[in-house]
């Protein structure tokens, strides 16, 4: 059978239309990544200027925040409830001298404990990551780059050890139950995300304190050597060191009967 009269002729694709729909096609794809790009850049953007450790998901960085700011607002309410509690103690009768005795030993205590706000001379040491990137090197001197735990820890170690009476690191008080540690790519302080630089601050003899520092194979010799701006000393005639900010009662522990009370309850 014979095609009819009036049906059109079946023509091909000229190779001009064909590389007119390619070029169409590539220009379409390439504006659709361009776009993506620059919706990833500026989340991340986002997520870096808020102070989040972990630039990588946009979800988990919301939470952070919220997080943040709850740890905060609980510090601030604990804050109070300590100025509360000292100004009761401060506002009771004087006069009896026992009772001011007591009341010596009281602060004299938690100034230990680090419960209370104190100011004096000391050092400020800056801990930093370095700007160095070494990309064909192994893993483990790339790390060296970038402030742990450790090196915090190290410093505040060779702090104590020189006789620093108060230690804080980015306002957080440090006392007996204090926790420098990383979890993931966060150092935590007290239970508190911390990001560089890191700012330890120590109240003692500034100059005992520094020369402890520079020891050779020391903690600032080590990181000095690697990169001199990942650490700064500066000495300073007055530091204010705020007081401890988390929990204080304890949940186990308790206080062991003193020697004359247990003979009395052996007695009995």
């Known amino acids: 059978m014979g095609l009819p009269l009036n049906s059109p002729p079946h023509t091909a694709a000229s190779p001009s239309d064909q590389q007119r729909s390619w070029a169409v096609s590539l220009c379409t794809l390439c504006a659709i990544l361009g776009a993506l790009l620059a919706l990833s850049f500026k989340t991340q953007n986002q997520i870096r200027q808020s102070n989040v450790p972990a630039a990588n998901y946009e979800g988990l960085s919301y939470e952070y925040l919220i997080l943040k700011k709850k740890a905060t607002d609980d510090e601030r309410t604990i804050g109070s409830l300590q100025q509360n509690i000292s100004d009761l103690e401060n506002s009771a009768p004087s006069q009896n001298k026992q009772f001011q005795v007591l009341t010596d030993d009281l602060n004299r205590a938690k100034t230990l404990a680090g419960l209370t706000a ?102 600032f010799d080590q990181m000095h050597g690697m990169d001199a701006t990942m650490v700064r000393i500066a000495h300073a005639e007055k530091l204010i060191i705020p007081a401890y900010a988390g929990a204080t009662q304890p949940r186990y522990a308790q206080p062991v009967e003193t020697n004359a009370r247990s003979g009395a309850d052996n007695k009995n």
């Open 118 to 219: 104190v100011k004096g001379p000391g050092v400020t040491v800056t801990l930093n990551d370095s700007k160095k990137r070494f990309p064909d090197a192994p893993l483990a001197v790339q790390m060296i780059t970038i402030v742990h735990d450790v090196d915090i820890n190290q410093f505040v170690n060779e702090l104590k050890a020189a006789g620093a009476e108060a230690i804080s690191v980015n306002d957080q008080r440090l006392v007996a139950n204090s926790a420098i540690r990383c979890a993931g790519p966060t150092v935590y302080i007290n239970n508190t995300p911390q990001t560089p630089p890191y700012v330890i601050q120590a109240i003692g003899d500034a100059k005992t304190l520094d020369t402890a520092l520079r020891l050779p194979g020391g903690a």
